[in-house]
């Protein structure tokens, strides 16, 4: 069983910067993609960026895309999201995701296990 664990959420100002991480455990990292998804208030959970096993690929969403980065350390088995020029917008949960695919996952039932979350608040 793998267990994700997120860390960095906060309240920020538009226009600045947070970055995620999540540690994994249970498994070897080099054997998981991983993945980050957000779900606003009344909407559903979307995709924001994901990264394969070996980090030579990467895929965002179109809203993030120029502004978000998405990496791994696989000696440290975490995965990080650096959000740069946020916006109100990307106010939500953000939660750390993991497959056993050897590929870029966009899709989210190709997922298998999901962290907690952690909030992101972005202020205007």
């Known amino acids: 069983q793998v267990q994700l664990v997120e860390s960095g959420g906060g309240l920020v100002q538009a226009g600045g910067s947070l970055r995620l991480s999540c540690a994994a455990s249970?498994?070897?990292?080099?054997?998981?993609?991983m993945g980050w998804f957000r779900q606003a208030p009344g909407k559903e959970r979307e995709f924001v960026a994901a990264?394969?096993?070996?980090?030579?690929?990467?895929y965002y969403a179109d809203s993030v895309r120029g502004r978000f980065t998405i990496s791994r350390d696989n000696a440290k088995n975490t995965v990080y999201l650096q959000m740069n020029t946020l916006k109100p917008e990307d106010t939500a949960v953000y939660y750390c995701?993991?497959?056993?695919?050897?590929?870029?996952?966009?899709?989210?039932?190709?997922?298998?296990?999901w962290g907690q979350g952690t909030q992101v608040t972005v202020s205007s």
């Open positions: 995701a993991a497959n056993n695919q050897d590929m870029v996952v966009i899709r989210e039932n190709l997922y298998d296990y």
């Open positions: 249970g498994r070897t990292f080099t054997s998981l993609g």
């Open positions: 990264i394969s096993r070996s980090r030579s690929s990467t």
